[in-house]
């Protein structure tokens, strides 16, 4: 059975920083490439960034760009995303997802999703 498990998120005050993680089990971690989407109310699901399975390679979304970060520790089938000045137009749930193979901004092309997890961003 495949679980991605996400952690991390809550309340922040603006211009402050939150680290996601995402935990997999049920899968071969190694080989799958990473990523995280948002989702806020009402919006479609959005790119946030993706990781290649052995990390050489990043993708963001422009909005992500300078000041998240996406890595992985394939030891610990961990992916994380690093989210500093945030901002209120960042309040979304944010999922983890696993891809063997794809487009990596497309959501559906993408294999597996964790359950979401709130980040709520005060201003």
């Known amino acids: 059975q495949v679980q991605l498990v996400e952690s991390g998120g809550g309340l922040v005050q603006a211009g402050g920083s939150l680290k996601l993680s995402c935990a997999a089990s049920?899968?071969?971690?190694?080989?799958?490439?990473m990523g995280w989407f948002r989702q806020a109310p009402g919006k479609e699901r959005e790119f946030v960034a993706a990781?290649?399975?052995?990390?050489?390679?990043?993708y963001y979304g422009d909005f992500a760009k300078g000041r998240f970060t996406i890595s992985r520790d394939n030891a610990k089938n961990t992916v994380y995303l690093q989210m500093n000045s945030l901002k209120p137009e960042d309040v979304a749930v944010y999922y983890c997802?696993?891809?063997?193979?794809?487009?990596?901004?497309?959501?559906?092309?993408?294999?597996?999703w964790g359950q979401g997890i709130q980040v709520t961003v005060s201003s």
């Open positions: 049920g899968i071969t971690f190694r080989r799958y490439t």
């Open positions: 997802a696993a891809q063997n193979g794809g487009t990596v901004t497309f959501a559906r092309e993408y294999d597996y």
């Open positions: 990781i290649t399975w052995s990390g050489a390679n990043t």
